[in-house]
């Protein structure tokens, strides 16, 4: 039995304000590429297959499609709602879409009812448990991620006990140890985000969602990680998905996704980064970068995309930190008229006080309020 385990596409999702639509369409093309090339018996979506509990049309439409071309593939597919989906929205249907090979688990109650593949394996889907939701359905006696996921397994259990095939389970969680990047939503409302890895013992393979970067938390336990990056902390991480082989042993393989464009983040000097040959490789990009000149550079953004046309987003850091005042605020302006305060806002932004003009500029703007006041 082959299966590909991927999680977390987040359609809809955008990288700062780059769309990203057209990269999960490719990813998309390159799953039911892997599909057929592998020939895989099902794919796995471990949650969070949309970014948001209310998707715009648009990532609602390239969902469809992916399930649809899956399904004509052949392929059963089993996917689990995560913390950014909305359950209810996601599951509407699920009942009518199981007969084509489409099982959508986003309902607590079925959690130990499996979707069962050709040769008998039991796939069982966990959603993403909200701790106080299924903490009075289930009547738990504590709260928190652990709790809930405990029971859910032991639900899980009981249903394997009565089959003697192999067993697959998917769930969406933080799993302790596990590695977070800056995408992840967290889930710690409510109690400790992390559940120990033993909840899930006895089962042959678990396909964990949530965290964004691919890692082995035991031989058959994983998170295939999101298939793009979403955050500028996930430029050193490899995209992909699981291929996992169930037989008498467990073998996996990592299948690479395409790669829309790296992303990378830099620091220096603005001139040095619009004339260093260095920086030459990072000129197709998308690029977070961060700025140490002493003063804050006029028109930085502009200039950067000159060379880098892809810089989505620019930090201020400069060499040696800004000078320490550690007065408390209200201390800081006793005394300091508006303007001066302008003044010294102007100063600690960029680095460098305002200029004969821009003083000039503040100082008419200043008036100008307190004639519109005099004059109400
Ligand atoms: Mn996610």
Same mark, same amino acid.
């Given at each position: ?117 050709? %040769? ?223 003044? %010294? ?9 305002? %200029? ?21």
């Amino acid at each position: 039995m082959r299966l590909l385990h991927t999680s977390d596409w987040h359609l809809g999702r955008s990288f700062h304000r780059e769309d990203m639509l057209g990269a999960q369409a490719r990813f998309v093309d390159h799953l039911v590429e892997t599909v057929r090339a592998e020939s895989v018996d099902a794919v796995l979506v471990s949650g969070d297959l949309y970014d948001r509990a209310l998707p715009p049309v648009d990532a609602v439409a390239l969902c469809d499609e992916a399930l649809r071309r899956l399904a004509a593939e052949k392929v059963q597919v089993i996917v689990i709602s995560g913390n950014h989906d909305s359950a209810q929205r996601l599951g509407f249907g699920s009942g009518l879409m199981d007969a084509a090979g489409v099982h959508v688990r986003a309902d607590p109650a079925s959690v130990g009812t499996p979707v069962v593949l050709g %040769d008998g394996t039991a796939v069982y889907g966990i959603p993403y448990l909200e701790p106080e939701v299924v903490r009075s359905g289930w009547e738990l006696p504590e709260r928190g991620h652990t709790a809930a996921l405990t029971e859910a397994m032991r639900r899980v259990r009981a249903d394997l006990a009565t089959r003697d095939g192999r067993s697959v389970v998917l769930a969406h969680a933080f799993v302790t140890g596990g590695e977070a990047s800056d995408s992840e939503r967290d889930i710690s409302v409510g109690g400790v985000a992390s559940v120990p890895m033993s909840v899930f013992g006895g089962v042959d393979y678990v396909a964990l969602g949530h965290l964004h970067g691919r890692q082995r938390m035991s031989e058959t336990v994983r998170y295939s990680g999101s298939p793009l990056a979403y955050s500028f902390s996930e430029e050193h991480q490899v995209k992909g998905a699981w291929l996992v082989d169930l037989g008498s042993t467990v073998r996996t393989e990592f299948v690479e996704a395409p790669v829309p464009r790296r992303a990378a983040r830099v620091s220096g000097r603005l001139d040095d980064l619009l004339t260093g040959e260095k920086w030459a490789r990072y000129e197709d990009h998308w690029l977070q970068v961060t700025l140490t000149d002493p003063s804050r550079p006029a028109g930085a953004m502009e200039r950067l995309r000159g060379r880098f046309p892809h810089t989505l987003a620019l930090a201020f850091e400069p060499e040696g930190g800004p000078a320490g005042d550690d007065r408390g605020w209200a201390e800081r302006i006793r005394d300091r008229s508006e303007l001066e305060i302008a003044y %010294d806002f102007v100063r600690e932004v960029r680095g460098a006080p305002a %200029d004969q003009a821009e003083s000039e500029l503040l100082h008419e703007a200043f008036e100008a309020c307190r004639r519109a006041e005099a004059a109400r």
